[in-house]
């Protein structure tokens, strides 16, 4: 874990970054690669020169934190039922136009940061407050990586695990040091086209296609992808196709995938809410194309929601929205019916945390 002179300031030093022969000095931790001079931000907004270095100015500072299933995250084969204590902090890496959360990833205002924790504070609240597991989400941890990661060594040593909810965009030393200290990960495939990453997100496809490869075949992060279904975007059922099939190639079929729903927001306010049948469509699709565990979200959908049997078809886990309604696994994840295993990590029983949202204030869990 790094260690700081002064561990309440939240501004510390980083060591992803070089100087360059024009005087700025360019931040390592993304392919944005942005080249600062001294005074400037990143796009993230929270990474600084500051003398001659790259700083991290949000370090034990949060937008608040909350305990949820862990389904809502959206993670349905890593600990069902189970709760999970989200955070995050400020700012992002990409600039998508539909972004569901702009108010902390687009904000420029650190009043947004109203609550703080230290790594080793956090770790013992998550496990005072009966959490399995601890969240980096709201916007991407990769900006906030030393944090990220000092916490996640913290939640080790309580036991709690680590889930990192992002958009993979994030360059190869960085992103070894952060998986590194990840039990799961719900990456955001945004979509399928150079196109749609350039003109929607402000990035590029193929950096998050490689930290997708480099997740399943190097790491034992257990992975699963959400992708945000627009209007005429990247619905269409070639791009569905395409995207599918490139998962069960080049990921395996046991990686799943959540279709959700869109909604008007942010700077995409003109485009109608996801149609239900158009999420139906894309769970169809990556069923045909191979992909075992499909599901849609943001809809009331329960067949959509639930997971299924790759081998009998038996209904081994139940979920009306983010509530469980079945159990048809054994003890160590294989079906009831027919024996066969489901991909995921699973306890011997599921979770009893149900649908409920707890706001909570770290400054009142130690109490």
Known sequence: MTTYDDPGTATVPTKYWHA?????????????A??????????CFVRARQNDQIV??????????CVDPIEKKPLNHFLPGSSVLSFGTAGCNLACKFCQNWDISKSRQMDTLMDAASPEELAKAARRLGCRSVAYTYNDPVIFLEYATDVAQACREQAVQSVAVTAGYICDEPRTEFFRHMDAANVDLKGFTERFYHEICGGHLQPVLDTLVYLKRETSVWLELTTLLIPGENDSEQELEEMTQWVAQHLGPDVPMHFTAFHPDWKMRDKPPTPPLTLKMARRIARKNGIRYAYTGNIHDEQGGSTYCHNCDERLIGRDWHELTAWNLTPNGHCRRCGVACAGVFDARPGKWRARRLPVFLADAER
């Open 56 to 65: 991290l100015t949000t370090y034990g500072r949060s937008s608040g934190f």
């Open 34 to 43: 942005c080249r600062l001079q001294e005074g400037q931000r990143g796009l």
């Open 20 to 32: 360059r022969d024009d005087g700025r000095i360019q931040c390592d931790v993304c392919p944005r």
